[in-house]
């Protein structure tokens, strides 16, 4: 019969907290890269140039389309398979990056087609290259009209990266699976891991709200 032993928390608090330290940073990294990559990947999708057009929606339709297992297991074996092997880190989280990023583009480009014609326009003829409106006139409105579905996104990565256990990505669930082989008691020890990631996004959730009411009240 299955049972709760706290004892289990302090016995391998060692292999707990490195977990809990290892999924923040392969979040805080993926969280990064994702936004700066979906940016760049909505631009495309929006672009005045049908090449980047096609570009941008083909990326996005196709990490969509699949699951985040399939895509951290192309950057598990594929450089392996060509002699340039990924631990598990780091292939992770290239996998959690890529897999986010789709979707961060479409919220992106979501906000970018929700703001007025007029003000490109309007940009463009007090001389702005496009480039320069994109980046200084519309991305900075589209991204604060974007941060509520921005926000579920990031709650998501950080729970989706518990799928760096399968590539053993030294998350915290791969050192929880190690303590469950271990004391065979997974009510105890997957529990834990619950409220270890409630500490991570919980605040984050708190903090996504914050910047609503604050972009609501700039706005």
Same mark, same amino acid.
């Given at each position: 019969?299955?049972?709760?032993?706290?004892?289990?928390?302090?016995?391998?608090?060692?292999?707990?907290?490195?977990?809990?330290?290892?999924?923040?940073?392969?979040?805080?990294?993926?969280?990064?890269?994702?936004?700066?990559?979906?940016?760049?990947?909505?631009?495309?999708?929006?672009?005045?140039?049908?090449?980047?057009?096609?570009?941008?929606?083909?990326?996005?339709?196709?990490?969509?389309?699949?699951?985040?297992?399939?895509?951290?297991?192309?950057?598990?074996?594929?450089?392996?398979?060509?002699?340039?092997?990924?631990?598990?880190?780091?292939?992770?989280?290239?996998?959690?990056?890529?897999?986010?990023?789709?979707?961060?583009?479409?919220?992106?480009?979501?906000?970018?087609? @929700?703001?007025?014609?007029?003000? @490109?326009?309007?940009?463009?003829?007090?001389?702005?290259?496009?480039?320069?409106?994109?980046?200084?006139?519309?991305?900075?409105?589209?991204?604060?009209?974007?941060?509520?579905?921005?926000?579920?996104?990031?709650?998501?990565?950080?729970?989706?990266?518990?799928?760096?256990?399968?590539?053993?990505?030294?998350?915290?669930?791969?050192?929880?699976?190690?303590?469950?082989?271990?004391?065979?008691?997974?009510?105890?020890?997957?529990?834990?891991?619950?409220?270890?990631?409630?500490?991570?996004?919980?605040?984050?959730?708190?903090?996504?709200?914050?910047?609503?009411?604050?972009?609501?009240?700039?706005?």
């Amino acid at each position: 019969m299955a049972k709760f032993d706290i004892d289990v928390l302090f016995k391998h608090w060692d292999r707990f907290f490195e977990g809990f330290v290892n999924t923040i940073q392969i979040s805080l990294i993926a969280l990064v890269a994702s936004f700066l990559l979906g940016a760049v990947i909505a631009v495309m999708r929006i672009a005045p140039v049908k090449a980047l057009n096609w570009l941008g929606t083909g990326f996005v339709e196709f990490i969509r389309n699949i699951p985040l297992l399939l895509v951290v297991y192309i950057f598990y074996y594929g450089p392996a398979s060509l002699g340039v092997p990924l631990d598990g880190f780091v292939s992770g989280t290239l996998g959690l990056t890529v897999y986010t990023a789709a979707f961060i583009a479409e919220c992106i480009r979501a906000g970018i087609q @929700s703001i007025p014609k007029g003000q @490109s326009e309007a940009a463009r003829a007090t001389g702005l290259t496009y480039n320069q409106t994109m980046f200084h006139v519309i991305l900075p409105q589209a991204i604060k009209i974007a941060t509520p579905s921005m926000g579920n996104q990031f709650l998501n990565l950080v729970k989706n990266s518990s799928i760096l256990a399968v590539v053993s990505g030294m998350d915290l669930m791969y050192y929880a699976d190690l303590i469950n082989s271990d004391t065979f008691l997974p009510l105890t020890v997957y529990s834990l891991v619950a409220l270890f990631y409630l500490v991570l996004t919980v605040p984050l959730s708190f903090g996504i709200h914050y910047l609503e009411r604050r972009f609501a009240r700039s706005s």
